[in-house]
């Protein structure tokens, strides 16, 4: 068994359970998940629906499988979406909206992972019969490859605003909506309110092994439950995943404004290496690795030869902080940069 590294920045994908999050999990009610009888599935679906200002919730086992029956139940064959170019649902999920709901996408150029009402009126605009129809807006709350970023509400707002004057319904990518919140200061019903469709990924800075919610209205919710069971995606005794997500909720949400500070000091170490970073909004910091005179992965390998772990996407270089991740390792993080740099001058 591969030994984890002694810091882990590659993503907030890699916490391990608590042992109070076992404990939950082991002692959660269940029942029969795919015949909606599983009670603490259905108290996690409620709850997040609530939580969000929305009527209905459906556990689904990953947030990649809320993206795909979402816009399944939005669309129809041949109809096509508009989302940032560097969104999750375009760069990393195997062109499922392509394959399964047989959608094109409209990529609109963002600035990192947010746009404007006036661009996606530019897209939602009457076109030529011969067009086909975008359906569906997709946003994404934080922006993952945009950099961890917060849409501001007001941003947030306008463009749902502008796509509901096209008569398009809007869905929120929020695998990392909580962090969004906590930097923000703002209440998750916020988020939920202005758009037809929105999910919270508990895999993610939430601590939780397995499990995400979709919530919208009982009709699109009614949907999106039949895509789920299509794709294969219905359980039975979920309620032992859906335990672990409820405990997060109870206990993972305010602590995330501790992973914000621990990405913060990051870039703040790196800066003063000389290193820059792109702006940090909340746990993510994407690094400029140019000056240190190696490429990404090579920069990666001599960092994993010190027991530290970080990721890239082509050249860019990220570090995520999460659950699992103290302020003690930030600093033995920023001492490995700073001896892959002693070595490299
Ligand atoms: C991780 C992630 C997903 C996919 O979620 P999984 O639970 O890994 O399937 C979708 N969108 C964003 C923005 C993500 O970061």
């Known amino acids: 068994m591969p030994r ?15 042992a109070a999050m076992r404990r939950a999990m082991a002692d959660a009610e269940v029942g029969d ?27 689904l086992p990953t947030g990649t499988m809320c993206n795909l029956v979402a816009v399944a139940a939005h669309t129809s064959p041949g109809d096509a979406i508009v989302a940032s170019a560097d969104s999750h649902i375009v760069r990393s999920e195997t062109g499922g909206a392509a394959a399964y709901s047989g959608v094109i996408t409209d990529l609109l150029p963002a600035d990192r992972g947010r746009f404007g009402p006036e661009a996606a009126a530019e897209a939602l605009a009457p076109g030529h ?46 695998a990392r909506l909580f962090n969004a919140t906590v930097a923000s200061g703002t209440d998750p019903e916020v988020w939920g309110e202005p758009v037809e469709s929105i999910w919270i990924d508990f895999t993610k800075g939430l601590g939780a092994p397995i499990g995400a919610v979709l919530v919208g209205g009982r009709d699109f919710i009614q949907a999106a439950r039949m895509h789920k069971h299509r794709c294969g995606g219905a359980m039975r005794q979920a309620g032992i995943a859906a335990a672990g997500c409820l405990h997060a909720l109870d206990h993972h949400i305010e602590r ?16 003063a290496l000389g290193l ?19 490429g990404a992965a090579e920069f ?46």
């Open 256 to 271: 995330l404004a501790d992973d914000h500070a621990n990405a913060a000091r990051l870039a703040e170490g790196l800066a």
């Open 129 to 174: 019969v011969y067009r086909p129809w975008p359906r569906l807006v997709c946003l994404e709350q934080t922006h993952n490859f945009g950099g961890g970023t917060v849409w501001p509400l007001g941003q947030y707002r306008a463009v749902a605003e502008a796509a509901h004057e096209a008569g398009v319904p809007v869905h929120t990518d929020g």
């Open 300 to 345: 990666l390998e001599r960092l994993a030869a010190r027991d530290v772990r970080m990721s890239r996407v082509e050249e860019r270089v990220r570090a995520v902080t999460h659950l699992d991740v103290a302020a003690a390792d930030i600093e033995t993080a920023i001492a490995a940069v700073a001896a892959v740099l002693d070595e490299s001058a």
């Open 33 to 59: 998940e795919q015949q909606g009888t599983d009670p603490t599935v259905n108290r996690l679906c409620a709850r997040t629906a609530e939580m969000l200002g929305q009527e209905a919730g459906l556990f």
């Open 276 to 294: 820059g970073t792109e702006e940090v909004e909340t746990n993510m910091v994407w690094i400029e690795v140019a000056p240190t005179g190696s």
């Open 4 to 18: 984890p590294p002694a810091v882990d920045l590659y993503s907030d994908t890699q916490t391990r359970p608590t």
